[in-house]
């Protein structure tokens, strides 16, 4: 049987978050998918004035398929799972690049794992002219912050993945911020070195899901909200020779997967 690419390209995901905060995009901007937008729009009731937005690097479909159990913490607080499609290539510039510019490479220039900082329209200029507050949680020499890096936002460097989780539950308590993005990699950095379903990196998932439930918690402590929250991959990893692991490519391992919306 032949692979089956999931139908869905990751320039939605501009329009997607916008649409939920009743905000226009630039037209070259990839559009919502409608029924995405109906359901979540329903679901948040009003417009959402919060949005936490949770990028684990390199968490592929099939990683979900097999150890469907190690995402207990996420389903608990999500309620619509949509399968995306990761770019050509399947690499966390390019992959971001394209979820927050709503083009595709050719559009946004970041074609291959190049991060240079971006000179078109992203969803954070958007965000940052219609007064929102803005804040990126990320680790160390994170994508986020070289490619979105010069905007008038809020840049937190952290050392790991469980620093940036704690950086975020700080942010989340003050209440000071309408829109946060979290990068961590704790996983792609585990599943290059010892294998995407290495014990390591499969340990890596379960803390980086741990980690979006504790994000949850704080946003459904922290109430006055209409809060949306994903959980958003750019891309998956395939193994290697070596017990190591790699992406980049088109085979479906690096390019099928999931992202989780939770309306709170
Ligand atoms: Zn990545």
Request: glycine share 6%; charged share 20%; hydrophobic share 40%.
């Amino acid at each position: 049987m032949a692979d089956h690419f999931n139908l869905y390209p990751l320039k939605h995901f501009a329009s997607i978050v916008a649409d939920c905060m009743d905000l226009p995009l630039p037209g070259e901007y990839e559009p919502t998918i409608p029924w995405v937008s109906e359901i979540l729009k329903e679901r948040l009731g009003k417009t959402a004035d919060r949005v936490v937005l949770y990028h684990a690097d390199a968490v592929g479909q099939y990683i979900w398929q097999k150890y469907t159990s190690y995402f207990a913490p996420v389903y608990k607080y999500t309620s619509l799972a949509i399968p995306f499609l990761s770019t050509v290539e399947s690499v966390t510039p390019v992959a971001h690049a394209s979820m927050y510019t709503g083009l595709d490479p050719e559009g946004h220039g970041i074609q291959t794992y190049t991060r240079p900082q971006l000179t078109c329209s992203t969803l954070f200029d958007v965000l940052i002219a219609a007064g929102k507050k803005v804040a990126i949680v990320a680790q160390a020499d994170s994508t986020f912050l070289h490619i979105f890096k010069g905007r008038e936002l809020d840049y937190f460097e952290e050392p790991n993945g469980l620093s940036v989780q704690e950086k975020a539950l700080e942010l989340i308590a003050t209440d000071a911020y309408d829109v946060i993005s979290i990068h961590t990699f704790d996983y792609d950095n585990a599943a290059h070195a010892f294998g995407p379903e290495s014990k390591q990196g499969l340990n890596a998932i379960c803390l980086e899901a741990d980690g979006f439930a504790r994000i949850a918690e704080a946003l459904k402590k922290n109430e006055g909200h209409t809060t949306l929250l994903t959980y958003s991959p750019d891309h998956g990893q395939h193994p290697v020779a070596g017990n190591h692991g790699a992406h980049g490519s088109k085979q479906i391992e690096d390019m099928n997967i999931l992202h989780f919306f939770a309306t709170l």
